[in-house]
């Protein structure tokens, strides 16, 4: 396989884990389909970098766990049958995620709490002298909290470079867009300030991240992937008032959105 072939396999299973993420949320009419549609290529490429039985996986934003559940799936860590029960009544795939979550190693409760989580787990393998990785998933919207900074800053005093974070800068939070909320920007020279690698790149871009996660994962530093994305991406079927943090699908429109990713993976 070239290395063309790779990356345009690669959207294509962006586009299956959509497609597994809008059958999850359909039987309830609304869900956190956003997060998955922004952040399907970061799960795409990570899962061509993580290994489940050397490295640790941190979720901090639990909502993000629908892409994670899919992803698990389309890797052959979780049962694809599994997936029709998210967000049911005595699942072990609940629509936000817990310490129960399968194919994970770590779901946070309250944003910010990620990268705290991700610090214990590299400084527990420096001591042990294990050499996997922590890979860590945030939202942008998690920068808003000083614990993340608190993290940061300890994770660049001690050098961790076990740590890599993916963060989904989709610029969406259930108060609204991100930006006008809080202002985050620059954020890649916030994080290099602190001592970090940071990489900005166009997060449905399979190649730039490719490119910035092989970067990120090779640097003696703590590194971030800072991915900037659409919780639109993937579905033109969207309405153009969608809300991009907890969207509504009713049966017509997620028969819609079945139709244009099946006809995208014929």
């Known amino acids: ?22 059958n999850m949320v359909a039987p309830h009419g609304f869900g956190y389909l956003g997060q998955a549609l922004s952040s399907a290529e970061l799960f795409t490429t990570l899962s061509a970098h993580y290994d489940p039985d050397r490295d640790d996986l941190v979720v901090s934003p639990g909502h993000y766990i629908i892409a994670a559940f899919a ?11 599994l997936l029709a029960t998210y967000g ?24 910010g709490q990620g990268l705290s989580g991700a610090v214990g787990f ?24 000083g614990q993340v900074w608190e993290a940061a800053m300890f994770a660049a005093h001690h050098v961790l470079g076990a740590i890599t974070v993916l963060l989904d800068a989709n610029d969406s939070q259930v ?22 690698a940071a990489f900005d790149v166009d997060g449905h871009d399979v190649e730039a991240l490719e490119s910035a996660v092989s970067a990120a994962v090779s640097d003696v530093r703590p590194a971030i ?17 969608a809300d ?23």
């Open 1 to 22: 396989m070239t290395t063309s072939d790779v990356f345009v396999a690669r959207a294509r299973a962006a586009d299956r884990l959509r497609l597994r993420a809008v």
């Open 71 to 81: 992803s698990a799936a389309e890797t052959g860590r979780l049962d694809e049958e």
């Open 88 to 111: 049911h009544d005595g699942s072990s795939l609940e629509a936000i995620g817990t310490e129960r979550s399968p194919g994970v190693d770590l779901v946070c409760g309250s944003l």
């Open 122 to 145: 590299a400084w527990a393998r420096r001591l042990r002298g294990d050499t996997g990785r922590v890979f860590t998933m945030m939202s942008d919207g998690e920068l808003e909290e």
């Open 175 to 196: 108060d609204g867009p991100v930006s006008s909320i809080t202002t985050l920007e620059p954020i890649a020279a916030k994080w290099e300030a602190f001592g970090w």
């Open 225 to 241: 992937v800072i991915a900037r994305t659409s919780t639109r991406r993937g579905l033109d079927v969207l309405p153009e008032d």
């Open 244 to 266: 991009g943090h907890f969207i509504k699908l009713p049966a017509d429109l997620a028969a819609a959105a079945t139709a244009e990713l099946e006809a995208r993976l014929a």
